[in-house]
């Protein structure tokens, strides 16, 4: 099939011609085959062939439509930022310009983003990278990354006009769904896995008022549903396949280069289940080196688990098979056997000479476990990350002075249940149980001086 596009475009090119009505700043092109949509076109995927959906944007221009330098558009981020009069309050609409042009007032934000980049001896002690940074998507207003995708993806239905909006979950979607489209007015549908969601995750839908539709099945059966409902029904599907989720989660990596001055890493590592985000940061690096934000391209580390890693297992043989698997991890977040975006994230590693790694449970339970002690905390699945970089430096391939940026996903308080449970183990050694006293002084003294006995 023809079309004015080369398939590497990364952004338009002046004066392409062909592009469907209303393209004047964005257009969706599907992956696959190539065919051009409006930026207004609801399509869950690509009409001809059912492949993924992308979004190509111009490269950012001045008043005249003359293209803006490196140096002229990292002055209009830094001009769009929350402490400055012409700022955005939200760390992902201060990126508009390479988001979604001209959202203007149909923006739907809580505000997100503005997530701290942080440095913690004592998780760099346990990974054994002096260099490294903690971005914390936990942060965000519901508690992970998705409300950076959600912001966008909730904008686009409004500007589209959507009936409804809906996704298949584990948790962390749901709960930023059921906020945002609160927030804009519009009825939610949540499908998660019967059984098989967080405590806290499920008591944010819930108050958010979404409708919740327990499934049952895993998030795979979820996932593959709630696509047919959005193809008969009309629903507008809000999961990270959906091609302006990508664009708000690849603020996370605009939003550290910033931090760090536009200086790369050379490595960043994150979780991966539905490969959402390791596509989200691979488009984002593409973008800023594109555009000459950055000089270099750094390393992307997707980590998945042991017990969920078909995308690790397909690496490992240069991705010449498509795997899947029947998901089981303690990290609920990234339990999924049958990742959407597969094909995306393919080509975000392949671009920057990434890796694909996978950790234990234990592993993640114990990178957990010094993440939390180090007054951060996280979800268990926000910890795959940290895991990743300790075994990365344990096989030499990550240096003890590289720069390396983890991410971690999603707050503590996104997986209550299983904190308190591993924290009152009798067998595991680094629980911090509870304890009863009686209620006397003498009591609280004898529990201070092992607690100080403990410390030393």
Same mark, same amino acid.
């Given at each position: ?173 749901? =709960? +930023?769904?059921?906020?945002? !489209? ?9 499908? &998660?896995? /019967?059984?098989? *969601? %967080? ?108 017990? =969920? +890693?078909?995308?690790?297992? !397909? ?9 899947? &698997?029947? /998901?089981?991890? *303690? %990290? ?125």
């Amino acid at each position: 099939m023809s079309h004015p596009l080369p398939a590497d475009a990364v952004f338009l090119p002046a004066g392409v011609t062909g592009l469907p009505v209303g393209a004047q700043h964005s257009v969706q092109r599907c992956a696959s085959c190539g065919q051009l949509l409006s930026p207004l076109d609801a399509a869950p995927d690509c009409p001809s062939c059912g492949g993924l959906l992308e979004i190509i944007h111009r490269a950012p221009v001045d008043e005249f439509d003359a293209p803006l330098s490196a140096n002229a558009i990292k002055h209009s981020f830094a001009q769009h930022c929350c402490a400055l009069p012409m700022g955005h309050a939200s760390g992902v609409w201060r990126f508009e310009s390479i988001v979604m042009p001209g959202a203007g007032d149909a923006i739907v934000s809580h505000p997100e983003g503005n997530t701290p980049l942080l440095s913690r001896a004592a998780i760099s002690r346990y990974t054994g990278c002096d260099g490294l940074l903690i971005k914390h998507e936990g942060h965000n207003p519901t508690g992970s990354f998705k409300d950076r995708g959600m912001t966008v993806g909730t904008t686009q239905a409004v500007r589209i006009g959507a009936s409804a909006v809906a996704c298949a979950s584990t948790g962390n979607t749901s =709960a +930023a769904l059921a906020s945002y !489209a609160a927030q804009a007015g519009i009825p939610g549908l949540v499908f &998660v896995p /019967a059984g098989k *969601i %967080a405590l806290g995750k499920l008591a944010q839908t819930l108050s958010y008022g979404a409708r919740t539709l327990l499934v049952k099945g895993d998030f795979d059966e979820c996932l593959r549903l709630v696509q047919q409902a959005s193809r008969e029904l009309g629903i507008y599907l809000l999961n990270s396949i959906n091609p302006w989720r990508v664009e708000g989660q690849k603020t996370i990596v605009f939003e550290l280069l910033q931090q760090l001055g536009w200086h790369a890493p050379d490595f960043i590592v994150l979780p991966a289940g539905n490969l959402g985000n390791t596509a989200a940061f691979g488009k984002a690096l593409r973008e800023a080196h594109a555009l000459g934000l950055i000089a270099k391209m750094p390393r992307l580390v997707s980590v998945q688990a042991a017990g =969920a +890693a078909p995308f690790a297992r !397909a690496f490992r043989e240069d991705f010449a098979t498509r795997y899947t &698997v029947q /998901a089981e991890t *303690i %990290a609920t977040a990234i339990r999924i056997g049958d990742p959407a975006s597969w094909d995306r994230a393919v080509r975000a590693i392949r671009e920057t000479n990434g890796l694909v790694i996978s950790a234990t449970d234990d592993e993640i339970i114990d990178a957990k476990v010094t993440i939390d002690a180090a007054g951060v905390g996280c979800e268990p699945a926000s910890a795959a990350s940290v895991a990743g970089v300790r075994q990365l430096v344990r096989d030499g391939i990550i240096g003890a002075g590289d720069t390396v940026v983890a991410v971690l996903t999603g707050h503590v308080l996104k997986d209550p249940g299983m904190l308190v449970e591993l924290h009152q183990r009798e067998d595991y050694p680094r629980a911090n149980r509870p304890v009863e006293i009686d209620a006397t002084v003498s009591a609280v003294e004898a529990v201070l001086r092992e607690t100080r006995g403990s410390a030393l």
